[in-house]
Every structure is written in C-alpha cells, then in structure tokens.
C-alpha cells in the first residue's frame, strides 16, 4: 500500500470520501481492508474509549463503493465533488423519499 497515495479526503459524521491513486497491482479490495484496518487501528489508540462505543470489534461497515476516473468522470470532477460535499451536507437530507409521509406502500399508511 505504500504505492497509493490520497488525493482528495471529506470526512462526513457517517462516511469518507477519498479521491487515490491506487498502483494496477494493488487491488482496490485489499486497499479499502488496509485502510479500514489501519485507521480502526489508530483511532481505538487515539481514542480509547470508542471499544465501549463499538459493541463488537467492528469500526467500519464491511461494505465500500468505488468509482474510477476516466474520460466521462475526471479525477478532478472527484476531487470537486469531494471538495464541496461539505457545502451540499449543510443543506440537509437529499436522499429522496422511498414513499411520501404518511404513505405506505400501496396507499397504506
């Protein structure tokens, strides 16, 4: 992992944005495990009380999403979207609404 390096970093209260460079070598798989483990890691050192925060030895959820940049999704279209996703948090919620309130699905409520 001391191949890949970070180019753009948010860290949201519920998730993390990163922009890297990760080496074709280096699977993006075993790099997501190595930062998950080696930031868990710092932060219960740093931290200590989180181990009675966290009830199982688990920090980070197992799950992740990748995107690679290419021509119709440049790096530095990532790297503005991480830089401004502050800005856009601040607004509140944007994750539409599975079903209008008070409204189940079929017209149940």
Sequence with gaps: MSDAFVEAMEVAEDHV??????????????????????????????FPYLRRVFWTDEMWSPSYFVRSVGDSVTAAMVARYIQTHEERATLGPVQAQLFPKGRGPKGRA
Excluded at 22 to 43: C, D, F, N
């Design 17 to 46: 944005h990163l922009l890297m460079g990760i080496p074709p070598k280096q699977s993006v798989g075993s790099t997501v495990r190595k930062l998950k483990s080696l930031s868990a890691r710092y932060m219960l050192k740093r």
